[in-house]
């Protein structure tokens, strides 16, 4: 439509006014996803910031456990990825161990070794969060070649090259009766608190320390004897010699275990719980020195009737009158006191041992 004087008017029209407002709405749309991307991408980098910052608290009190450990090893655990840690200090002997379980780092202390899967262990949360995690024990003459697999670094230009993989028995035993082993190697561990992922190398700090070129040493268990034979740690000795088990006559050493009734209705014993003794002579020192070891305890006999009469003479019991070295026939050597006999070995191979 026209004005009188034949010129347009000042609207729009309606074409004009539907696509300036499709013009409008498509850029509000677009602003506001903008902007939501926008936030959600500021609430990602929150969670990150914060997982970040959770996982490397954590990684640090791994490695402060570490560090005040002479023994750093993968306990045998079938309940989700474990590190166990044990400590020696003026107050005796502490275990730690830390556990990936239900989504989360935990961590557990005790007096004695710890097993994974045990539900009473008191656990307190380290970590929330964890999606996935793994652990390897990496022997030191591995180090040189290898490589993060996190971060894809190889550890080579780290660690001097030849690094000799050094061993030695905590002589202490683990929950399941095996040795636990200290020395130069590392337990890799692997946590990947989505989104945040990182790996952490731990070694024992009290032995050795940390990768210097003090993992050299190599001399093995006998380096242990003054901690296993405190005895002798004042005395200058240059043999040892494994004596014969003996059973001496003490309930310290064998007790009643089960009672039966016989068939005069009398209450007689009907297994023993027996600790052989074994001694370790130690000459070179005047007079010479004789440490006694007592050995895990056995059942004897497996299944039988032993007719000893109850309370239990100690002297003239069924065992005692069985004798050791019939035990230790049976037996054979306890396990728990091979360190012992490996450090006897070592030091019959030096000219004089300094204790």
């Given at each position: 439509?026209?004005?009188?004087?034949?010129?347009?008017?000042?609207?729009?029209?309606?074409?004009?006014?539907?696509?300036?407002?499709?013009?409008?709405?498509?850029?509000?749309?677009?602003?506001?996803?903008?902007?939501?991307?926008?936030?959600?991408?500021?609430?990602?980098?929150?969670?990150?910031?914060?997982?970040?910052?959770?996982?490397?608290?954590?990684?640090?009190?791994?490695?402060?456990?570490?560090a005040s450990s002479v023994a750093v090893w993968t306990p045998a655990s079938t309940c989700g990825t474990a590190v166990s840690m044990m400590k020696r200090t003026a107050g005796g002997t502490s275990f730690t161990t830390y556990l990936v379980q239900n989504g989360a780092l935990m961590r557990a202390s005790a007096s004695g070794p710890m097993n994974p899967c045990d539900g009473t262990l008191a656990l307190d949360a380290v970590l929330p969060g964890v999606s996935s995690s793994s652990v390897t024990a990496i022997a030191a003459s591995a180090l040189p070649a290898h490589v993060d697999p996190v971060s894809g670094t190889a550890d080579g230009a780290i660690f001097r090259g030849g690094i000799p993989s050094v061993a030695v028995s905590s002589h202490a035993q683990d929950y399941d009766g095996t040795m636990i082993?200290?020395?130069?190697?590392?337990?890799?561990?692997?946590?990947?608190?989505?989104?945040?992922?990182a790996t952490v190398d731990l070694v024992a700090g009290n032995r050795p320390n940390g990768y210097t070129d003090v993992l050299t040493y190599t001399c093995g268990d006998r380096c242990e004897a003054n901690q296993l034979f405190p005895e002798?740690?004042?005395?200058?000795?240059?043999?040892?010699?494994?004596?014969?088990?003996?059973?001496?006559?003490?309930?310290?050493?064998?007790?009643?275990?089960?009672?039966?009734?016989?068939?005069?209705?009398?209450i007689v014993t009907s297994a023993y719980a027996v600790h052989l003794r074994y001694g370790f002579t130690f000459s070179g020192a005047s007079p010479a020195v004789t440490a006694y070891r007592v050995g895990p305890a056995v059942d004897?006999?497996?299944?039988?009737?032993?007719?000893?009469?109850?309370?239990?003479?100690?002297?003239?019991?069924?065992?005692?009158?069985?004798?050791?070295?019939?035990?230790?026939?049976?037996?054979?050597?306890?396990?728990?006191l091979a360190g012992e006999t490996a450090v006897c070995t070592g030091l019959d191979g030096e000219s004089l041992f300094h204790g």
């Open positions: 439509m026209r004005a009188c004087d034949g010129e347009p008017d000042g609207g729009f029209t309606l074409i004009e006014v539907m696509i300036a407002t499709g013009i409008f709405v498509f850029a509000a749309v677009t602003g506001f996803e903008t902007l939501r991307q926008l936030g959600g991408a500021v609430t990602l980098l929150q969670q990150r910031a914060a997982s970040a910052a959770a996982l490397n608290t954590a990684l640090a009190q791994l490695r402060a456990d570490a082993a200290t020395g130069n190697g590392i337990v890799e561990l692997i946590i990947d608190a989505d989104p945040a992922e002798i740690a004042s005395l200058d000795v240059d043999a040892c010699t494994a004596d014969a088990p003996d059973l001496p006559d003490s309930s310290t050493y064998y007790v009643a275990s089960a009672t039966a009734v016989s068939a005069t209705g009398r004897w006999p497996a299944a039988a009737n032993l007719s000893d009469p109850y309370p239990v003479d100690y002297t003239n019991n069924a065992v005692h009158a069985a004798g050791a070295a019939a035990l230790a026939a049976v037996f054979g050597p306890p396990a728990n």
